[in-house]
């Protein structure tokens, strides 16, 4: 117990193996740790849990990774791609209701007609809601100049997974072929931090194959990378996915949504200032999931704002919540939750990462 208690009095850097011991955190250890990530949540990134109105405004994908839902070969998913005026206007309730930002994503396209229509779609939801809207961009890997462009129109934040940071297991969860290529999705990474977006990434916990050491290389990756937020959870199967055929060897459920906040709580000691999203994962398999997440070391929730009706189209994983709700339902559900943890929303606000401003002190970066 000792021992432990006094890594979690250090300041860090931590070993691989002081991250692996983490976690894996059972009983009193995982209390402690969980403990200690939410007290540095609060010191370092306030009181306050940061909204983001998720936009899932379609899953028509290039992009065919073996565990995701809306790949591009699955025939069973019914393809939407909704129509400008209406992610405008879900942009717009997002901004009436007091979110402070929002984030684009669908499936990966990258040909000239998207770019330029997302380019367009920015510049109308900056536009109509007089720059005070923070946009957050999920559209996966593109060129330098895509990103560069989307930037300029008003995007000042990405996410882009890295999904798992080690080379060979990546391998084995997409085609092996260039449009799934292991070095070309750090580079995409490497592109938007330089385009000078707050930068997110993230991974999924407990695939087939994974082990407790290849997690602590997730968090010392995302630690090196020096992004500036993160989104992580639970890998849960889909069953019309490749990878549902290697389902057998899996931790059980109750172990992948354990890991996961052990995970989020390491990286909360690892990287105090960034912000760490309660992903949506985590409820698939707890339906109080998220707020497990806001007291062990997250301070960032998404909810899903996606017109009711395509919802259950965006299925990258069994079991999703809220695809019956309505966006009402989705922030009166959440202001509760919140309140349950004893935090509070914060409204009207980009709630960017503190850490995005340190590193960049202050010069360049907008904030609201
Ligand atoms: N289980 C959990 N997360 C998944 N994602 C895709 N498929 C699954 C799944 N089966 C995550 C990926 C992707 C994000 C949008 O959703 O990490 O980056
Ligand atoms: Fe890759 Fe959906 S097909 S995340």
Known sequence: MNAFSDLLQQDGPFTKEQLTAMIGATGAHQTLLHQKANELAVKHCGNEVFLRGLIEFSNKCRKDCYYCGIRKSNRHTKRYDLADETILQTA??????????????????????????????????????????????????????????????????????????????????????????????????????????????????????????????????????????????????????????????????????????????????????INIAASTALQAIDPMGREKALKTGANIIMPNITPASNRKDYLLYDNKPCTDESADDCLSCLNMRIALTGRKAGLKAWGDSPHYFKKNNNNTAQSK
Request: no cysteine.
């Open 92 to 273: 717009l309730y997002a901004h009436e209701n007091n979110l402070g930002s929002i984030v684009l994503q669908a499936g990966e396209r990258n040909d000239p007609l998207f770019v330029d229509r997302m380019d367009a779609l920015l510049q109308a939801i900056k536009k109509a809601t007089n720059g005070e809207l923070g946009i957050t961009l999920s559209l996966g890997e593109q060129s330098r100049d895509t990103y560069q462009r989307w930037f300029n129109s008003g995007a000042h934040r990405y996410l882009l997974r890295i999904e798992t940071s080690h080379r060979d297991l990546y391998r084995q969860l997409h085609p092996d072929d260039e449009r799934h290529d292991f070095e070309a999705r750090i580079e995409a990474l490497r592109a938007i931090k330089e385009t000078g977006y707050q930068t997110g990434s993230g991974i999924m916990i407990g695939l087939p194959g994974q082990r407790v050491d290849h997690l602590a290389d997730d968090l010392l990756f995302l630690k090196e990378m020096d992004v500036d937020m993160v989104g992580m959870g639970p890998y849960i199967v889909h069953e019309q996915t490749p990878l549902a055929d290697q389902a057998d060897g899996l931790w059980p459920l109750s172990q992948r949504f354990s890991m996961s906040l052990n995970m989020i709580a390491a990286l909360r000691l690892l990287m105090p200032d």
